[in-house]
């Protein structure tokens, strides 16, 4: 079975310092994987995506992320933080189709300080 | 093209009573999916509709029910209401069934607040 593990409830950085946000999947084949932003009282939305093309993947509003299938990892970075990035990420693998289309993990939340 | 809406943003129930909550579509889209994001918690697989069919269910009891209909708009249904019922739930849409190795992108609703009293 698919599944994902954030490895940080909680970051704080400050604004202009850079992100890293922690994921590592476990699956029986090569997977799709995302990453999606939720920020307060609202949806989700994607940030990146990684189908097996480019192992580098870039994002909006300045993410990417790294598929490392050595490590089974798939961390979220940002050169430079800003205040508006503050929100709860959460990074998705695909799951088998039909049963369970999307497994997310529990999610981590990026604080931002001036 | 429109994204996908969700109804209503907020309500509130009491233990043994029933919600239907309903979600439209992104224009273009076929398949719906539907999930529970309890607090603090990631969202969890409900189910998931194609072409008005049930396409694949998480780990949720027969009360936890849905309809697609031909436009492929959405409904949850959810009978005899429990407090663990209490989460944000969120419908999302896609070009196609999601799962996979291939699946692409699932647009999400802001998701309708469910309190159980």
């Known amino acids: 079975a698919q599944s994902v593990t954030q490895l940080d409830s909680h970051v704080s950085v400050s604004e202009g310092t850079p992100v890293l946000l922690r994921c590592n999947y476990s699956s029986s084949y090569s997977p799709s994987l995302f990453w999606y932003v939720q920020h307060p009282n609202k949806g989700l939305q994607l940030l990146l995506k990684?189908?097996?093309?480019?192992?580098l993947v870039k994002g909006i509003n300045g993410f990417e992320a790294e598929f490392k299938k050595s490590e089974t990892s798939f961390h979220l970075t940002k050169p430079s933080a800003h205040m508006s990035d503050a929100a709860e990420y959460f990074c998705v693998v695909s799951g088998n189709s039909g049963n369970t289309p999307l497994v997310f993990g529990k999610g981590t939340r990026l604080s931002v300080i001036a | 093209e429109t994204g996908v809406t969700q109804s209503p943003t907020h309500l509130i129930k009491t233990r043994g009573q029933q919600v239907t909550l309903r979600c439209s579509s992104q224009s273009g889209h076929n398949t719906v999916s539907w999930y529970q994001q309890a607090l603090g918690q990631g969202p969890q697989f409900i189910f998931q509709y194609y072409r008005e069919e049930e396409n694949g269910r998480g780990n949720f009891p027969p009360r936890f029910s849905g309809l697609q209909f031909p436009n492929y708009s959405s409904e949850l249904n959810v009978n005899a209401l429990e407090l663990d019922d209490s989460a944000l739930y969120l419908c999302?849409?896609?070009?196609?069934?999601?799962?996979?190795?291939?699946?692409?992108?699932?647009?999400f609703g802001e998701g309708s607040r469910l309190t159980v009293l």
């Open positions: 990684y189908t097996s093309a480019a192992t």
């Open positions: 999302a849409s896609s070009r196609d069934i999601a799962g996979g190795p291939n699946t692409g992108e699932l647009f």
